[in-house]
């Protein structure tokens, strides 16, 4: 896993809410190496990734981090076609930005330090009670404490590069 240096931020290195930097990056599951968080048919979920996958595979396993879309304290995640990683019924998936408090709600998370050093949790902004965590490779947004699987490493992104345009609409 590559270690990334964004300014005076180290992806890789543990997370607390001011540690996040801007940019591009992949999410890999801290108990399931070499699998990371991608959307397919518009929900999240965790699959394989290789450097020989698919390059959509890649794409989609690729998000640029900007401040939260409720709170620039928090961090908000955009595919490269612009679309917002959000939950909905607890469910994570990507829908486009509606701009309403509710989207701008369900697409921020607070990042507190995961279970596993090296790792961030992302908890949910407009539910604190709730972070992001796998179940059968799917991802939900879950009442549990910091274990392994509500863990994510932030490394390099598998689509280097990548720049989204961030609309933020009050």
């Known amino acids: 896993v590559a270690v990334l240096v964004l300014g005076t931020a180290v992806i890789g290195a543990p997370a607390s ?8 990056v992949s999410l890999e599951a801290s108990n399931y190496a070499g699998r990371f968080v991608r959307h ?6 965790l699959d394989p990734v ?11 396993a690729t998000f640029t981090v900007v401040n939260g879309l409720a709170s620039p304290a928090c961090y908000s995640f955009q595919t490269k076609s612009g679309l917002f990683l959000r939950h909905r019924d607890y469910r994570l998936r990507v829908d486009a930005n509606t701009g309403d408090a509710t989207f701008r709600g ?26 992001i965590r796998h179940r059968d490779f799917a991802l939900w947004l879950d ?6 699987d509500s863990s994510f490493r932030l490394v390099a992104p598998w689509a280097p590069g990548l720049v989204v345009g961030v609309l933020l609409v009050s």
Not at 17 to 24: D, E, F
Not at 50 to 60: F, N, V
Not at 143 to 148: E, H, I, L, Q, T
Request: glycine letters at 8%; hydrophobic letters at 40%; charged letters at 15%.
């Open 50 to 60: 290789t450097s020989s996958g698919a390059t959509q595979l890649k794409l989609d």
């Open 143 to 148: 009442a549990v404490g910091s274990v392994a």
């Open 106 to 131: 369900d697409a921020t998370f607070c990042a507190v330090d995961g279970s596993v050093a090296g790792s961030v949790s992302l908890v949910s902004f407009n539910y604190p009670d709730r972070r």
């Open 40 to 45: 397919l048919d518009s929900l999240a979920r």
């Open 17 to 24: 809410a001011a540690t996040l930097p801007p940019g591009t």
